[in-house]
């Protein structure tokens, strides 16, 4: 099973581009990247999901390189309000199965002002 | 508004009872999940369910048991053989469209002393 690791915490300043990266080194060939955010006592909210190379959506960009061994979050210009922790999830979902849904310890990102 | 909610948000019980979380989604999802988070760590998968009447374990099952009799209804009972089970239980769905994208529920904090 894929087992993520990542940075314990990282700090940050407002309007700075924050990128945080997930080492998933047995990753198989179906699984997919998925990456979370939750703020203290609530459930984590989707923010975004890849299989390769690059995703981007109006809130963050997915990094896949070619061995999809690692994968990095990229948030452009953090605010306060996006002081949380994030989360790598890599696993598949398929028909009867739901391999390694296991979230990691995930990174507190602290947006300083 | 469409979405899943939990209930209660705070639950308190004797060791050796039982106890039943409760999750319910307007979402029309089928599939739906159940975590557990200690403080300061990620979620571990108990128990997933991607169609009515039918379930499957997860990481964690052993002391938990769930019931999927309805589509929108998905509730998870903590047994007295659980042996750690105070922590912060979360709820998910997710539809066919994207089976990554999961939608959580706000919790339910359970302390058992």
């Known amino acids: 099973l894929a087992k993520t690791t990542q940075p314990i915490s990282m700090d940050s300043y407002e309007g700075q581009e924050v990128n945080i990266t997930c080492s998933h080194n047995?990753?198989?060939?179906?699984?997919?990247i998925t990456w979370y955010q939750q703020f203290p006592s609530q459930g984590p909210r989707f923010i975004i999901q890849g299989y390769k190379t690059k995703v981007t959506n109006e809130v963050a960009s997915l990094f896949i390189p070619a061995d999809r061994k690692s994968s990095t979050l990229s948030l452009p210009r953090v605010s306060l309000s996006d002081t949380a922790v994030y989360y790598c999830l890599v696993g598949l979902i398929s028909s009867g199965s739901a391999r390694q849904l296991t979230f990691g310890s995930g990174t507190q990102l602290t947006v300083l002002p | 508004d469409g979405g899943i909610t939990q209930s209660p948000k705070y639950l308190f019980r004797k060791e050796g009872q039982n106890v039943t979380l409760s999750c319910e989604q307007n979402l029309n999802h089928d599939a739906m999940y159940w975590y557990r988070q200690d403080p300061g760590q990620g979620l571990r998968l108990i128990y997933y369910s991607q169609i009515v009447n039918d379930f499957q374990k997860g990481d964690i099952a052993e002391g938990y048991s769930v019931s999927r009799e309805k589509k929108e209804s998905f509730p998870l009972t903590v047994t007295s053989a659980q042996k750690n089970p105070t922590a912060f239980y979360l709820c998910?769905?997710?539809?066919?469209?994207?089976?990554?994208?999961?939608?959580f529920g706000p919790g339910t904090r359970l302390t058992v002393t």
């Open positions: 998910a769905s997710t539809d066919r469209v994207n089976p990554y994208e999961q939608y």
């Open positions: 047995n990753i198989a060939t179906n699984d997919y």
